[in-house]
Nanobody, 116 residues
Framework: QVQLVESGGGLVQPGGSLRLSCAPSRSIFLFNAMGWYRQAPGKQRELVATIGRGGSANYLDSVKGRFTIARDNANNMVNLQMNSLKPEDTAVYYC??????????WGQGTQVTVSS
């Protein structure tokens, strides 16, 4: 079983920044892809950003240019740098890891609240 430990959520004012981190219990290079999803109250969970084994990244249109996903190889983590945050970015953010056999694993979720 794979554990994903998330950190970095919190409360920030509009226009501010946060960085989310996800540390899996096995090497990040053993996954087909890793990424972040979010779920706001009353809404479905949506993909925010993913990064593949080869390093290619994909983003939700509404976060392009503001969020950056990257691997931290030295610390075996995947980070999501979130800049220019907006109130509509408020949600619980979940780390996801997809194995080479396409099994999905999830973190426990971390709350991000953007409010003045």
């Amino acid at each position: 079983q794979v554990q994903l430990v998330e950190s970095g959520g919190g409360l920030v004012q509009p226009g501010g920044s946060l960085r989310l981190s996800c540390a899996p219990s096995r090497s990040i290079f053993l996954f087909n892809a890793m990424g972040w999803y979010r779920q706001a109250p009353g809404k479905q969970r949506e993909l925010v950003a993913t990064i593949g084994r080869g390093g290619s990244a994909n983003y939700l249109d509404s976060v392009k240019g503001r969020f950056t996903i990257a691997r931290d190889n030295a610390n075996n983590m995947v980070n999501l740098q979130m800049n220019s945050l907006k109130p509509e970015d408020t949600a619980v953010y979940y780390c996801n890891a997809q194995s080479l056999t396409l099994e999905n694993f999830w973190g426990q979720g971390t709350q991000v609240t953007v409010s003045s």
